[in-house]
């Protein structure tokens, strides 16, 4: 089985931009996590999607959003991007939508400049 | 509010030696405990997972202990090789809230030769 996918793999965008990241789950996979990934404040949930709803949010704010398509497929977006945000942004899939294995795709390293 | 500690930050060890990593967590609520590595460049892969219902867990070289009543547990990587040096995470998941990892801060462990 291909595993998780994230595309783009690099990406360089400007204070005030947004930015769309995409998200390819383990054949089968119903569950979506994202994570992101800093120096400075480690791993942190961002939100999960399961069965195109979300489950549940991280702390973090409304800037972050996300969806999640019929074939599982997400996409996570930030609006407004600020100096802070540059992070490699990971998503992870899971069979399903309770306490289970979650898989890591390679991420996306995000760079606002 | 860091709910998942991880110690040490960094670890050096000898080629064939043990390599043990603690993590201590506050929520009662968590139930399933996995643990990744993470080489530079990539994602976090699963490496090891355990759920409150028992104190260990082996596979090949890794083992998980777990301490209920202390609400803690260890990563042993036995005869550790070079090839182990990278970063390693714990986190923890809660019950009945989907997936929702809280990590660890990491510990970057390199092995000698």
């Known amino acids: 089985k291909a595993g998780v996918t994230q595309t783009p793999r690099y990406l360089i965008k400007t204070r005030g931009q947004q930015v769309t990241l995409s998200c390819s789950p383990i054949?089968?996979?119903?569950?979506v996590s994202w994570y992101q990934q800093t120096p400075g404040q480690g791993l942190q949930f961002l939100f999960e999607?399961?069965?195109?709803?979300?489950?549940n949010k991280g702390n973090f704010p409304g800037r972050f959003s996300g969806r999640q398509f019929s074939n599982s497929r997400s996409e996570m977006n930030v609006s407004t991007l600020e100096l802070g945000d540059s992070a490699l942004y990971l998503c992870a899939s899971s069979w399903t939508g309770g306490a289970y294995e979650q898989y890591f795709g390679p991420g996306t390293r995000l760079t606002v400049t | 509010q860091q709910q998942v500690k991880q110690s040490p930050q960094s670890l050096i060890v000898q080629k064939g030696g043990i390599s043990i990593i603690n993590c201590a967590y506050e929520?009662?609520?968590?139930?399933?405990f996995p643990w990744y590595q993470q080489f530079p460049g990539k994602g976090p892969a699963l490496l090891i997972a355990?759920?409150?219902?028992?104190s260990e867990k082996k596979e090949g070289r890794f083992t998980i202990s777990f301490n209920k009543s202390a609400k803690q547990f260890s990563l042993h990587i036995m005869d550790s090789q070079p090839g182990d040096s990278a970063t390693y995470f714990c986190?923890?998941?809660?019950?009945?809230?989907?997936?929702?990892?809280?990590f660890g801060g990491g510990t970057r462990l390199m092995v000698k030769p």
């Open positions: 054949s089968g996979h119903r569950s």
């Open positions: 999607y399961f069965s195109e709803t979300q489950r």
């Open positions: 986190a923890a998941n809660p019950n009945n809230a989907g997936n929702m990892l809280t």
């Open positions: 929520n009662t609520a968590f139930d399933y």
């Open positions: 355990i759920r409150p219902d028992v």
